[in-house]
């Protein structure tokens, strides 16, 4: 049975991740910040544009955002596990909508890979990386793929299934 200590501390990194969500769609870049600690290291892609190291540089790559309209981004399917110094490793799935200013719209359904270290009675994102799982629309940003196991050697398509009505 879990601690009550350890259901408060799971119920604080759901408020941080929800944060996140909801303070990048509103675009409040500042609250969004304070989420992150002060050294923090995220990577949302291979390219200079799409990393930041420290709370600063990460508000200041987030503004890229700006070119959007509007975005939604739904965070779902969170696994906490705590490792032996305290420290939160946490894996979630997002799905994040964008619409550009002339209406074209753009998905992406990643994974966030993230460590959270506790600070105030709050757990904070110390390092963030993004990997994608798919993309539709006109998405094109270099996110690395999320890992998916192959099918075994001895699987055998199921015949026909795609072209059910």
């Known amino acids: 049975m879990k601690s009550i200590e350890e259901i408060i501390a799971r119920q604080r990194i759901a408020e941080t991740l929800a944060g996140y969500c909801n303070h990048l769609d509103s675009m409040n870049l500042l609250d969004l910040g304070q989420l992150f600690t002060e050294d923090c290291a995220v990577s949302f892609g291979p390219h200079p544009d799409l990393e930041a190291n420290g709370r600063e540089a990460l508000i200041t790559s987030l503004a890229r955002l700006w070119r959007w309209r509007r975005t939604a981004h739904h965070l779902c399917n969170v696994v906490i596990r705590f490792d032996k110094n305290g420290k939160a ?73 795609d072209d059910l009505k």
């Not at 110390?126 to 998916?148: D, K």
């Open 89 to 161: 490793i946490v894996q979630s799935r997002v799905h994040a909508w964008h619409e550009a200013s002339d209406g074209t719209e753009a998905e992406i359904f990643g994974t966030y890979k993230d460590s959270m270290v506790e600070s105030d009675d709050r757990w904070l994102i110390q390092t963030r990386r993004m990997e994608m799982n798919g993309s539709r629309g006109i998405f094109r940003v270099p996110v690395p793929t999320a890992f998916r196991k192959p099918p075994p050697k001895d699987w055998v398509k199921p015949v026909n299934l």
